[in-house]
Structure formats: structure tokens, C-alpha cells
T-cell receptor
Framework: AQSVTQPDIHITVSEGASLELRCNYS??????LFWYVQSPGQGLQLLLK??????LVQGIKGFEAEFKRSQSSFNLRKPSVHWSDAAEYFC??????????????FGTGTLLAVQP | KAGVTQTPRYLIKTRGQQVTLSCSPI?????VSWYQQTPGQGLQFLFE???????NKGNFPGRFSGRQFSNSRSEMNVSTLELGDSALYLC???????????????FGEGSRLTVL
């Protein structure tokens, strides 16, 4: 079955500290992987995506993620967290490119709190 | 360029009523998807439309329906509302389906439905 697991429901980090949010997936074909961020009362904004090629992808707002096929993981990282990064982060998997659907399977999300 | 617009943003209904939610995609986008977001179930795929045709459907009862118009605007309808239908309903648009599609979904801010 296709699924995405985000093992951390809540994470609290201090401003300026580094951040890593974990994501593991189960998908029959080679997946396409996404990270989205949702601020309170807002929709989802795409941070970055992985289709193929270099397994380290750069996104907006200083985020990056690394695809590790052997571990079925796509962890999100940021070297220095800002207070404005406080939000909920969702990992998602799909196979849209060239396919007939944009359907994504989302993880349950990780709520990030940033301490001053 | 205007983003994805969803109306209404908030609404309150009672059990047994029906509701219609509207979504206007980004200009030029031809694909619209709908997701339901609840604290318990997270983000779940409802349907996907492209060129007025439903291309994919999630595992929801028949009370949930949708359609897409020739201008790519979409509506979803929920009949005979139940308490469990209380959720944030998110619409997402993308430029295309099939070859050349990047799979990036642009989300609206959602319609928050409360069923009493």
C-alpha cells in the first residue's frame, strides 16, 4: 500500500538551531516526493520537490531535502531556523510527471514550534 | 497572477443539509483537485478534474460529488451532511495532466466547514 510516515508529530527548536524533519514512504513505483508547508489558516505551499537526478534538492526559504532510496526517506533540513518557520510541514508522494493524475498521498504532518 | 480562490472561506451547516464549495484555479490551469483536511485523518484526496472530466476519485461516499466547468472553475457538493464532514476543504490547481506536467499543486486557503 502507498503511504507516507512522518514519525514526529511535534518538534520544538530554538531560533537559529538546525532542523531535520523526517519522512518515510512506501510506494510501488519510483516516487516523486514533495514537501509542503502550511501556516495557520492558510493553504499549503510547496517548499521543494524531487523527481529524479541529484538526490539533494534545494527549495524555497532555505530548505533542502535529501532522497535516500535505500532508506525510503526524504528528510527535510534547514541549517538555521527562523521564528517565521513555525508552521506545519507535510511530506507527500505521488507520480504526476507524465502520468494521468496529480493525486498526492500526504503524511500526517509535523508541527514545528520555534522558541526565541 | 491571482492564486487559487476558494469560496466561502467559512461556513456553518447543520446535519442533513447540503453544501456547495467553489474553487477558481489559477488562470490558465486546467486541472483542479480537492482534498479534505481533518485533525484525525489528515489530508485525504477527494477528486481530480481535468477538462471538465473527473480523472480520479478518492475513497469517499457518494454524498461527496464535484464538477468542473468549461472555464476550469470547480465546485464540490456534500449532501446530507454529517458531523464528521466538518473539515477544511482544500482546492488545488495545476497547469496540466500527462506529459510535461510538473505535478506542482497550488493550493487555495480552503473552505472551513463546521457541521452542527
Amino acid at each position: 500500500a502507498q503511504s507516507v510516515t512522518q514519525p514526529d508529530i511535534h518538534i520544538t527548536v530554538s531560533e537559529g538551531a538546525s532542523l531535520e524533519l523526517r519522512c518515510n514512504y512506501s510506494y510501488g513505483a519510483t516516487p516523486y516526493l514533495f514537501w509542503y508547508v502550511q501556516s495557520p489558516g492558510q493553504g499549503l505551499q510547496l517548499l521543494l520537490k524531487y523527481f529524479s537526478g541529484d538526490t539533494l534538492v534545494q527549495g524555497i526559504k532555505g530548505f533542502e531535502a535529501e532522497f535516500k532510496r535505500s532508506q525510503s526517506s526524504f528528510n527535510l533540513r534547514k541549517p538555521s531556523v527562523h521564528w517565521s518557520d513555525a508552521a506545519e510541514y507535510f511530506c507527500a508522494v505521488g507520480r504526476p510527471y507524465g502520468g494521468a493524475t496529480n493525486k498526492l498521498i500526504f503524511g500526517t504532518g509535523t508541527l514545528l514550534a520555534v522558541q526565541p | 497572477k491571482a492564486g487559487v480562490t476558494q469560496t466561502p472561506r467559512y461556513l456553518i451547516k447543520t446535519r442533513g443539509q447540503q453544501v456547495t464549495l467553489s474553487c477558481s484555479p489559477i488562470s490558465g490551469h486546467r486541472s483542479v483537485s480537492w482534498y479534505q483536511q481533518t485533525p484525525g485523518q489528515g489530508l485525504q484526496f477527494l477528486f481530480e478534474y481535468f477538462s471538465e472530466t473527473q480523472r480520479n476519485k478518492g475513497n469517499f461516499p457518494g454524498r461527496f460529488s464535484g464538477r468542473q466547468f468549461s472555464n476550469s472553475r470547480s465546485e464540490m457538493n456534500v449532501s446530507t451532511l454529517e458531523l464528521g464532514d466538518s473539515a477544511l476543504y482544500l482546492c488545488a490547481s495545476s497547469s496540466n495532466l500527462g506529459q510535461g506536467n510538473t505535478g506542482e499543486l497550488f493550493f487555495g486557503e480552503g473552505s472551513r466547514l463546521t457541521v452542527l
